[in-house]
Every structure is written in structure tokens, then in C-alpha cells.
């Protein structure tokens, strides 16, 4: 073979021999590479902006649960930079998710700080991003996992609610007609008919009426409206309540003063209060109506001396349906809508309500709403009030019991 042949295949054999030592040491380096990236700690790069953009509480931890970075939002869960995850279910989610190399999604049960904090309901996902290195992403759902039950519970409770006057008005139609020969049983059944009507009714009407609230994006016929007036129209539609019930309404504070908003409404809910109070209080006792200014704010408090409300029920008392008292409720054909109501109302408006509370004791419920300047007297007295009469009218005969 000639010289220049054998030059070729060298070159040609120093060129294999060459591209496979480059090959073999790029496989040296890429299989180093995965195994820093499965056995390293740190934490990729641009996970932490990420963490820093993020509106939920998510963090990074390792195989000891050593948190390496973290959300500002994840800290109300307790979680810091340097310390171990202290909750044990966390862990354990972070591990299996590490162990089996998926994400995983569970809801748990966690705490928002130390205790005593009250447990929240936590969908939490974790996803692997290394052999060593987890990301846990944490989502409070307790507000949804709420609405959604006292969604189930509002259409099972309606549902209740409906039935039992619906029936007892098919028995009582059933029972007029086969005592249709004897005048008397008539006379009585009727009667029995027209309680249970009207209790369908007003149970029909306050449905319509917190539906209207939660659904209505703005008020419709706001002004200026004198709390002297709304004061006055609530104590007075509940007089007959309050007479037949042996109770005194008493009224006192601050006068003169105004606020924003739809008189009808905030007629109802004062009125809800006021007749909740007279349901609630023994015989003999005295319901108190005070108004006070307390910077920039206009308090309306409505105080009884009934059973009071203990305090582990106090968070629900502004429920659909929910009764302090299901007994008295029973005998007086409350609906259990009144506060809740109220509640929707005072929000429109801008406000709050508060409660106070002790077993035996009694209770005093405080709607707060901002204060308005005080208008023109002239020109308001001389507007047509064809609407405020109608606000008045609507609450003027109240059926009796209406309570929450």
C-alpha cells in the first residue's frame, strides 16, 4: 500500500479513535450532570422568582423537609427559610410525591399560625423537581368548601322548610271538606289554613327577599335616610309583637342622625332585629333600641334579656335557617331568615353587624353603618315619599314569630 493511502487511514483512524474519546467524555459529563441534579440541594434557577411572583403559599423543600425557598403568602402557614416543615402531614405528601416521582394532590387539614388557631381546609399538590428537591403548592379552600355546604344545606333546608307548611295545608283542605256539614270544625280548620298560609308566605317572601340581596349589584332608591325615621318605623310595625308578648320596647341614644341607603331595606332589618328580640325575651322584660355616633359611624343596638346565644353557636347565627332556639322557633313560625337577612342588608349599605352574646344573660345585636352629612331638611321634606310610605307599609304587619 502506497504512502498516501496509509496517511489516509491513519488520519481517518485517528479521527474515530478521537470522536469516540469525545463521546465517552461528553457521557461522562452529562451522566455527572444528572447525578449533581438528583443528589444536589440547591434550588434551580428562576424557581424563586417564581415563588416571589406567586399569590398562593407554595415553598421547596429537600428529603430532611428542610424548607430551601419559599412564597411570601406560604409564612401564614408557618413555613420559614432554614426549618423544617412542622406539619407531619405535609411531609408525608412532599415524601410520597418525591418517592414515586408524580405530583400528587391531597386536601388537608392544616393551621393557619400556632395553635389555637382554627384548622383551614389546604388543597395541597406537590411535584417532584429533582431526585432531593420538592415543590408544594397550597391553596386555602375552607371559604369555598363553606359556601358549598351552606349551598347543600340552604336547597335541603328550603326543601324542609316548604314542605311542612305545604303539607299541613293539604290536611287542613282534606279536613274542611269532610267536615264541610259541621259549621264549627269549618270555622276552625279555616283558621288553622290561614296561619299556615301565612306562614308559606312570609317564608316564600323572605327566600325572595335574601335572593334579591345577594343578587343585586347596586341599591336601587338611595338617599339620604334619617335614622330617627328607620328607628321609629321598626319599633312601630312590632308594637302588636310586643304587646301580645308582654315585653317593652324602649328606645334611646343619639338624634338627628343620617345615613346612605334604601329605607325599605334598612327598615326590614332593624325590624328583624327588633322582632327577634321580642321573641326571645321572657314576659315582663325589656327590649332596648339605642343609637349612638361612634366616630364617623352611626350604631343602631337592639339589646334583649332572652337566652342568649352561646358561644361556639355565634358564628352561625347569621346562617339561612339557622335558629338559637329550634323549640320556640317551632311554636312562634320563625323562618330563620331574619338575620340572615339583616346581614346581606347591613353589607349593601356598606356596614357590619355585630353580636354580643352570653347564655342566660341575653344579647345585643349592632348594626354599624358610615355616617352621612345631614342633608337639606327643607329639601328633603319637600321630595314626594310615596316610596318611604310604601318602605313603612311593607313591614307594618309582620307575622307574628317571624324570627331568626
Sequence with gaps: MEQPQLSLLALLAGLLIGAAVVGLIAGAIRARNRTLAQTSTEVPEGVEAMLDAMDDPAFVCDTSSTVLALSPAAEVFGVQVGEVIASDELKRVARVARDTGAGIA??????RGAAPAEPRLVAVRATPISGRLTLLVLRDITERERVEEMRRDFVANTSHEL??????VSLLAEAIESAADDPAQVRHFSTRLQAEVTRLSALVNRILSLSRLQAADELRDVRVVSIDEVVTAAVEAYTVQADAAQVTVVRGGTKGLWVRGEPQILTEALGNLVANAIAYSPEGSKVGVGVKLDDGVVEI?????????????QHRVFERFYRADQARSRRTGGTGLGLSIVKHAVQRHGGEVRLWSRPSRGSTFTIRLPLSETPDLDSVRSKPRR?????TAAIASPVKGDTA
Design 301 to 313: 343596638a337592639v339589646t334583649d334579656r332572652g337566652i342568649g346565644i352561646p358561644e361556639s353557636d
Design 387 to 391: 316610596k318611604g310610605r310604601k318602605a
Design 163 to 168: 314542605k311542612t307548611p305545604v303539607g299541613a
Design 106 to 111: 391531597e386536601n388537608l387539614r392544616l393551621r
